[in-house]
């Protein structure tokens, strides 16, 4: 099963491969992104009946509560280190059928405004194939571009680029 759900993520994260766009390069290796763990996930409890304070999604102690998964320069792929992430997302949605997410997609402030909203989509479009080659309903999940006009790093450098090239799963009251 493992396996199977592997290699769902690899062949989705190789269709959402795309031709860069001629007037950007990419420079900055993959392996420049934010490392996310990649223990299994911790089984969770449905927020719906449980406190907030034991909200899985809200405990930093939970993989549930990291929700970015994040991409090189002017690239769409789902990089092997999310895989353990979106796993977790995926099960935690299986777990609760009346819960929806919405992908947002993001970019770094380089290239034109156009140009970053459709990587931005680019960008959440595979994490959204993703969840559902997991077994989450379509209907359940969103995806959206906000482009460059939501960082979540304000600087002029690598360091803060790195952190704005990402999408975000975002449930209902975030």
């Known amino acids: 099963m493992r396996m199977a759900i592997g290699l769902a993520i690899a062949a989705v994260a190789a269709a959402a491969c795309s031709t860069p766009d001629a007037k950007r390069a990419d420079t900055t290796p993959a392996s420049s992104a934010p490392s996310v763990p990649a223990s299994p996930a911790q089984r969770a409890t449905p927020a719906s009946s449980a406190p907030v304070a034991s909200n899985p999604l809200k405990d930093p102690k939970n993989m549930l509560s990291r929700r970015s998964v994040y991409f090189a320069y002017d690239d769409s792929s789902v990089r092997s280190e999310d895989q353990n992430l979106l796993r977790a997302q995926g099960t935690y949605l299986?777990?609760?059928?009346?819960?929806?997410?919405?992908?947002e997609g993001n970019c770094d402030e380089r290239g034109s405004r156009e140009y970053n909203l459709a990587l931005g989509q680019r960008r959440a479009q595979p994490v959204k194939n993703v969840l559902e080659v997991l077994g989450v309903e379509d209907s359940r999940v969103e995806s959206i571009s906000f482009?460059?006009?939501k960082p979540v790093a304000t600087g002029h450098d690598e360091a803060s680029w790195t952190r704005n090239r990402r999408a975000d799963l975002k449930y209902p009251g975030e």
Do not use: A, F, S, T
């Not at 299986?94 to 992908?103: D, F, S, T, Y």
């Open 147 to 149: 482009g460059e006009d």
């Open 94 to 103: 299986m777990e609760n059928r009346g819960l929806k997410v919405r992908i």
